[in-house]
């Protein structure tokens, strides 16, 4: 025989094999081992747990509902085999034979504020912890998953697994939160959401999303300015933040007068930004596609005179081929050489409005400024002696050419052609227009 000294706290397991059972044996105290036990489990530390910590058993014992140790025939303690338990603070106890303890005594976790963990159900089991709004316990099915919000300490359950922490979003001023539902729920309004429905939490502060929610994106608002604007297209039907009902494919402009800070809803979306179009009092556009009454007028034009200021609106377009023009300014030797690009009534002339036709040219004379009409363009630029040149110089090199080839047929004929102080002149004349003529064109 032989005596153990346990000290205080410790315990150990001894095997009888007689009688096949392993009692265990508590410190202080002198064991002496009979000649039929034998310890299977040497002298170990009791299990001690601290205020703020807990230890996971595996195979914890069965008790009564007063709390004590449930035992057998033999005088064996019973077990839940195969089950898990948690333990909080207590004096210390020994583990009894097939009992484990499952890694080390841990820390209780404090989760702070504006924090969370994600917690599952790995079995159907009765929250100790969480009651409805009658104070009934909560039941848990297995894949169940919710929210363990703080500030405060997390006091963990066999029966659950932490997932991961949930940290809140924080909404700051001009900022929305983008959300995804991850499936069919209520959000934190009583609004019922369908699973991939997305919506904007605006609301500022801290946020912290359910369970079935999915943040996709913190959005900040575009600040708008004196001098750019936003294009706006609908992806759905919907009722935009003006209160006016769009259509799937509706375009329309927001400026500085309509919001100073703007975040789209998940049912539009910005297609561009537009900058402010100014337009002097001697300068004009013409704008292509324009909306009237919100609808654009695809393929029909429109001339914008100055003083203005305006954006463009979805679809309209400044031609390209003019631009912003500034009016024309002309003196008296300088003009301008029209043409018509589809017949209507010219009221741009001093005198009465004229018809003019498709392909139509016409020089508009200063001193004047000319305002070009919208069915218009300008070729180009000609001053009087140019314009002089081109219609005066062919009358008189057609005399010219008759002079000189009635000379010619005079002196084949073997005649005299008699030039008299006309013709002279009319020589003379032709030769003049001519070098002016070159010289202009040079």
Request: one cysteine or more; aromatic letters at 8%.
């Amino acid at each position: 025989m032989s005596v153990v000294k346990l000290s205080p706290l410790f315990f150990m397991h001894v095997l009888n094999r007689n009688s096949n059972l392993t009692h265990v044996v508590r410190g202080p105290t002198r064991h002496t081992l009979l000649t039929d036990e034998v310890i299977v489990l040497p002298p170990q530390h009791m299990i001690t747990i601290g205020p703020h910590q807990y230890a996971l058993i595996e195979n914890p014992v069965k008790r009564t509902e007063d709390g004590n140790l449930v035992r057998d025939d033999n005088g064996q303690v019973l077990l839940r085999h195969g089950d898990k338990e948690v333990y909080f603070h207590q004096p210390p106890f020994p583990l009894y034979p097939g009992q484990n303890l499952v890694g080390q005594v841990r820390e209780l976790r404090v989760v702070p504020a504006n924090n969370a963990l994600l917690l599952c159900a790995t079995r159907d089991f009765i929250d100790r912890y969480s009651v409805d709004e009658h104070g009934t316990p909560l039941v848990r099915k297995a894949g169940d998953e919710w929210l363990f919000q703080g500030p405060r300490t997390y006091l963990p359950q066999a029966e659950e697994s932490v997932v991961e922490t949930v940290q809140a979003t924080v909404i700051r001023r001009n900022q929305a939160l983008l959300l995804e539902a991850r499936r069919d729920g209520v959000d934190y309004l009583g609004r019922p959401r369908l699973a991939g429905e997305q919506w904007l939490v605006k609301q500022p502060g801290a946020y912290m999303p359910a369970v079935w929610e999915k943040v996709i994106q913190v959005m900040t608002a575009f600040v708008m300015t004196e001098d750019i604007g936003a294009h706006m297209i609908a992806l759905s039907e919907f009722v935009d933040q003006f209160g006016h009902r769009r259509e799937p494919g509706d375009q329309w402009l927001i400026t500085r007068k309509d919001a100073e800070e703007f975040i789209p809803d998940v049912q539009e979306k910005v297609s561009n930004f537009v900058n402010l179009t100014v337009l002097s009092d001697r300068q004009f556009c013409v704008i292509e596609n324009p909306v009237v009454d919100g609808r654009a007028q695809i393929g029909t034009r429109v001339m914008v005179r100055g003083e203005r200021r305006f954006f463009l609106r979805p679809g309209e377009k400044i031609e390209a081929a003019r631009g912003v023009c500034q009016v024309p300014v002309l003196d008296q030797n300088h003009g301008l050489q029209m043409r018509a690009l589809q017949a209507f009534n010219d009221e741009s002339t001093t005198t009465k409005p004229v018809a003019r036709r498709a392909g139509d040219r016409w020089y508009v004379w200063g001193p004047r400024e000319y305002w070009p009409p919208l069915e218009a363009e300008i070729v180009g630029s000609v001053t009087f002696g140019q314009y002089f040149a081109r219609r005066a110089l062919v009358p008189f090199l057609l005399v010219t050419l008759l002079h000189l080839l009635m000379q010619l047929v005079c002196r084949l004929a073997g005649l005299t052609y008699p030039v008299g102080d006309w013709g002279a002149q009319i020589v003379l004349l032709a030769l003049i227009l001519n070098a002016v003529r070159v010289y202009l064109y040079a």
